[in-house]
């Protein structure tokens, strides 16, 4: 099928290589929540609830019992300094690990709030999320960034405020990326058959595992992406940009 002959009800995004560069993830996102997090546990660390569970999660991590046994003197107790190494430890290794991605999502609010953040999209992103939703299709995003982070690029990114064409989100929670029953989750929740929803990212094991679930899947080739071999290259549909989709269309 021609993708302008393509319809769907719902098109699913990723956010990371496929409506954002990889660069503005780990060379912008991640030193900042790197450089931040200790001073944010600090002022956090006593009165949050909140982040007194992530720290209680992040303690339940498998790598948790990994990184302190690589510690010159291991700790006689749970203390700032221990997660904030943790967590650039995580970071470093781009684990995509729930406890982590809820205190990034926490991190990084600061910094979109006070104007050191701006979220990137490619410059094709607008346009298509304004034709998709002209068209009467819902546009939703499932990144392992959390749903609050996911929020904040794209309602401070830099074309304005995106969020408003958005209609759902879903993280990890759901599932992980790779696995099936996560697109299956995510047709549940939006109430659509799968076959109705086209998921774009730029990763093959999230298409495959997307096209399992039924759904119609695309993988974006964006200027900094991981280059695809050419097995990957010859099960998938492949696209440069969004720009090809702007005619998608309802089913009739
Ligand atoms: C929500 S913005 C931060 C992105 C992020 O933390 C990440 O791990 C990206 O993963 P994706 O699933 O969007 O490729
Ligand atoms: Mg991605």
């Known amino acids: 099928m021609l993708s302008t002959e ?11 290589g496929t409506t954002t560069s990889i660069s503005f993830v780990h060379d912008v996102l991640f030193p900042y929540a790197k450089n931040n997090v200790k001073k944010f546990l600090e002022e956090s660390w006593e009165s949050s609830s909140e982040v007194k569970q992530i720290v209680r999660e992040l303690q339940q991590v498998p790598q948790y019992a990994e ?11 749970v203390d700032v300094q221990v997660i904030t190494g943790f967590v650039r430890y995580l970071i470093d290794k781009d684990l995509k690990v729930t406890p982590l991605k809820t205190l990034q999502g926490l991190i990084w609010q600061q910094g979109y709030e006070t104007g050191e953040l701006m979220g990137h999209v ?8 304004e034709a998709w939703r002209e068209a009467g299709l819902r546009i939703a ?16 990114s830099i074309v304005g405020d995106l969020l408003t064409h958005l209609s759902a989100h879903f993280d990890t929670h759901v ?11 995510i047709a549940q929740s939006l109430g659509e058959d799968p076959s109705h929803i086209l998921f774009l990212t730029d990763i093959p094991g999230e298409a495959a595992a997307a096209r399992s679930a039924g759904l119609q899947t695309i993988i974006l080739q ?12 010859y099960s ?17």
């Open 222 to 233: 964006r200027p900094g992406n991981t280059p695809l071999t050419d097995d990957q290259k």
């Open 6 to 16: 393509r319809v769907a009800k719902v098109v699913l995004v990723d956010i990371e």
């Open 67 to 77: 990184y302190t046994a690589t510690l010159r003197v291991p700790p006689q107790e």
């Open 175 to 185: 599932g992980h990326k790779q696995e099936s029953q996560s697109y299956a989750n």
């Open 236 to 252: 998938n549909e492949l696209i440069a940009d969004f720009s090809s989709l702007h005619t998608l269309q309802l089913p009739e």
């Open 141 to 156: 995003v499932y990144s392992s960034g959390s749903v609050a982070a996911q929020k904040l690029i794209f309602r401070y």
């Open 122 to 129: 490619f410059n094709d992103v607008p346009g298509a999320f």
